[in-house]
Every structure is written in structure tokens, then in C-alpha cells.
């Protein structure tokens, strides 16, 4: 039983590959992030009625189904699993297929399949050979923003210390007093003296003619 097992997935393998060599394929080329949108048409007669996936195509594995519809009433219908969305409009005979965010990792080859629990399905052409193509802008803005989060984070953390606040205080001058004057006076000449430099200069004029510039004695100091 196990080497039927074994022989039945090895034959479907190799059926799926023996089909996407010989169906037509559709190159798409997308960037990094965006959304493909693809429309695989049906016969309404044949398949209206039938559910329908989508799947991608892996070297040496048995297909991988990623997105599956539930309604076989022949109405609309839409289901949405993850990053895929299908919605199969048999009014139209398309079923329409979208993948969002795509990444470089989903490169590869997709389908479109009439989908059976109990046998191989039935293959929608074309297939999609889908490129995602890494945009450069977006790596090197990336790698600038890690270049400057590793800047910022070798920077030692700083502490703001908060300012006081600065207070008006009143000054306080302390004024000189005002320097004093001797107020001398001389009845016999009738001269009032209100500085000490006069007075000095007062008194020798005064007295100049009573000493002698050489001895400095009075004139008459022998009479």
C-alpha cells in the first residue's frame, strides 16, 4: 500500500511538470511589494459549477494549492485566504486571481486549476511565470535607515539637568559718605577755610614773611 502510495504521488508529479511544459506561459514581472492581479478564463458550460484554485508549481513536488473556492451553486463567489484572493465570476466564465505584498521568495510558476478531491485537475491556461524583482530604492533607504539607527544607538545616552530659575534679587548700594570739611575760620582775617589743602596754603602764605627760606627761622628771631 505505502509503495502505491509512493508510486501514485511520483506519477502526479511528474504529470503536473509533463503539463506546465507543454501549456503556454504568461511572464510576469512585478517589484518587490506589489499586487498581481490575473485572469484565468473557463468554459462556463464545463465549469461553472466546479471549484476552482490556484497553486504554484514546485521543482520535484507535488503542486501547492494556496487559495481554493467553496461554492459550486453557479453563483459569484469570492474567498480570501491570507495574501490570496479568488473570485470566480462564471457569468463571465474568469476566474479572477490577486496576490498582495509580494516578496522575492514568491518567484516561481503559478496556475489556475479545476479543482477535484478524487483526481488530477483540470489545468486553466495560461500558467504565470511570476518574477518579483527587489526595488533598489527601498534597499537603500532600508540600509540607510540601519546605518543610522546604528549611529544613534553607539552615542552615549545624555541627561538634561533641569534649569534653575533665575531670581531678580535686589541690589543693595551702599553709598560713601560725603567726605567732610573742615570749616575753619579766622576772625583776625576775617577768612573762611572749608578744605584742608587751603588751610595749609593758607598758613604759609600768611606767615611767609615772618621765615627765613634759607634757616627757616623768623626774621626777627634775633631782635
Same mark, same amino acid.
Given at each position: 500500500?505505502?509503495?502505491?502510495?509512493?508510486?501514485?504521488?511520483?506519477?502526479?508529479?511528474?504529470?503536473?511538470?509533463?503539463?506546465?511544459?507543454?501549456?503556454?506561459?504568461?511572464?510576469?514581472?512585478?517589484?518587490?511589494?506589489?499586487?498581481?492581479?490575473?485572469?484565468?478564463?473557463?468554459?462556463?458550460?464545463?465549469?461553472?459549477?466546479?471549484?476552482?484554485?490556484?497553486?504554484?508549481?514546485?521543482?520535484?513536488?507535488?503542486?501547492?494549492?494556496?487559495?481554493?473556492?467553496?461554492?459550486?451553486?453557479?453563483?459569484?463567489?469570492?474567498?480570501?485566504?491570507?495574501?490570496?484572493?479568488?473570485?470566480?465570476?462564471?457569468?463571465?466564465?474568469?476566474?479572477? !486571481?490577486?496576490? &498582495? +505584498?509580494?516578496?522575492?521568495?514568491? @518567484?516561481?510558476?503559478? =496556475?489556475?486549476?479545476?479543482?477535484? /478531491?478524487?483526481? $488530477?485537475?483540470?489545468?486553466?491556461?495560461?500558467?504565470?511565470?511570476?518574477?518579483?524583482?527587489?526595488?533598489?530604492?527601498?534597499?537603500?533607504?532600508?540600509?540607510?535607515?540601519?546605518?543610522?539607527?546604528?549611529?544613534?544607538?553607539?552615542?552615549?545616552?545624555?541627561?538634561?539637568?533641569?534649569?534653575?530659575?533665575?531670581?531678580?534679587?535686589?541690589?543693595?548700594?551702599?553709598?560713601?559718605?560725603?567726605?567732610?570739611?573742615?570749616?575753619?575760620?579766622?576772625?583776625?582775617?576775617? !577768612?573762611?577755610? &572749608? +578744605?584742608?589743602?587751603?588751610?595749609? @596754603?593758607?598758613?604759609? =602764605?600768611?606767615?611767609?614773611?615772618? /621765615?627765613?627760606? $634759607?634757616?627757616?627761622?623768623?626774621?626777627?628771631?634775633?631782635?
Amino acid at each position: 500500500m505505502k509503495k502505491a502510495g509512493l508510486w501514485g504521488l511520483l506519477w502526479m508529479v511528474f504529470i503536473s511538470e509533463l503539463q506546465a511544459e507543454n501549456e503556454s506561459k504568461e511572464e510576469k514581472f512585478i517589484k518587490e511589494g506589489e499586487t498581481l492581479n490575473v485572469n484565468c478564463p473557463f468554459s462556463t458550460e464545463k465549469y461553472s459549477y466546479s471549484q476552482k484554485a490556484w497553486q504554484k508549481l514546485i521543482d520535484g513536488r507535488k503542486p501547492v494549492t494556496l487559495a481554493l473556492t467553496t461554492s459550486t451553486s453557479g453563483n459569484p463567489s469570492q474567498v480570501r485566504e491570507g495574501r490570496y484572493f479568488l473570485e470566480d465570476i462564471p457569468s463571465e466564465a474568469i476566474l479572477h !486571481v490577486q496576490m &498582495t +505584498n509580494l516578496q522575492v521568495e514568491d @518567484s516561481g510558476l503559478y =496556475r489556475c486549476v479545476i479543482y477535484y /478531491f478524487s483526481k $488530477e485537475p483540470d489545468v486553466l491556461s495560461p500558467l504565470f511565470h511570476v518574477v518579483v524583482i527587489k526595488d533598489p530604492l527601498n534597499t537603500t533607504a532600508s540600509d540607510e535607515n540601519h546605518t543610522r539607527k546604528l549611529q544613534i544607538s553607539t552615542f552615549p545616552p545624555t541627561t538634561t539637568r533641569p534649569q534653575g530659575t533665575l531670581v531678580d534679587r535686589p541690589r543693595t548700594v551702599t553709598k560713601l559718605p560725603p567726605k567732610s570739611t573742615a570749616d575753619l575760620s579766622s576772625p583776625g582775617f576775617g !577768612v573762611n577755610i &572749608t +578744605n584742608v589743602t587751603d588751610v595749609t @596754603s593758607y598758613v604759609f =602764605r600768611s606767615l611767609g614773611p615772618w /621765615f627765613d627760606s $634759607e634757616s627757616m627761622c623768623l626774621r626777627r628771631c634775633g631782635e
